[in-house]
């Protein structure tokens, strides 16, 4: 599969799923070495790196892209500046929404990310927006939406499916698929398979393992590739392992920062969550994939690891030192026209 990907975007698709790894262990640093540096609670992108960074490795920079609560990943895969994002997350003016979006929804239109939406199923109409204007004006952006398996239970899926259907739009829905829906057990779905919904409403729908680079990449390309010929819209399945250390609303880095060198040996995992790293980690593997059928070496691999957690720490060194806002500044953009 990695055969389809130049050896330069091979590396270039790690350096980002690290760098997503890397400014998300900030962030959960953030949380546990500082007294309310983030606002209330938050969630990470941790274990579905593949997923993000491969779709949008497949997207040109006029496409769009709309994301959830778990956002930080997708803004770094669309191109994010990690400093702009971590800067947001705990509110400074040097951040993508100047402060005023926080962890949950980081936005940065210069991207295309027109929106970000921590309510669940939150941007999957206005994905259908975005889709529609490109349909209207002729333009050949693709939309696509990344959203949780829990957001199949609101009622807007159905309609932005729908619709997107019998208006054929330019739009992808990318459902992530990481067998849980926060603060739930059990089953939540009366559908056997998710993939079975859009399914039923003549959708084409597409089930794959979202922690295979090359697998996703290849997927969201020929899909991309469809629905800028009008073919559109598609639905993807793209399953995870969740990670353990995303139990409940404050993530903790349950076996500390993660190791490059786990991807070879993964024996100094803490033995409860060793099995993850060695079987569901999207990073670890697709280093130790980048090795075995890339003709990456170990050293290169580590190198740009090294590389990549400098500049994730210069971004936390920038945030943590980037300003708050001005409170008197507080409701500025609140209105729409001119930030006042
Ligand atoms: C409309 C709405 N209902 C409930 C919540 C509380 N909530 C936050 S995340 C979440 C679970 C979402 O599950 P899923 O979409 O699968 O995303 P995951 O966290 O698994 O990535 C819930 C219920 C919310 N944010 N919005
Ligand atoms: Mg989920």
Redo the contacts with the bound molecule.
Sequence with gaps: MLADISREEQLGILRKMLMIRRAEEHVIRFNEDYKDLIRGHF?VYIGQEATGVSVCAALTSADYVFS???NHGHVIAKGGDPKKVLAEIIGRETGYCRGRAGTFHVAAPELRIVHTS????GCLALAAGTAFASQVQEASAVTVVF?????ME?GVFYEALNMAKLWQLPLIFLM?N?Y?????SGTSHSATELANVPRALNVDTTVIDGGNVGLVYKTASDLVRRTRAGEGPFFVEARTHPWPGNEGAHPKLVAGATHIAWAWDASGVPEKMRSWYAEGDPVLLYARELVEQGGVSRDEIQQLDAEVRKDADEAARFALESPLPDPQAAVNFAYAGGGN
């Design positions: 969630h959830t609560h778990r921590a309510i669940v199923g959203f949780g398996d829990g957001a609101e992530e990481n849980r829906r926060a603060g739930r």
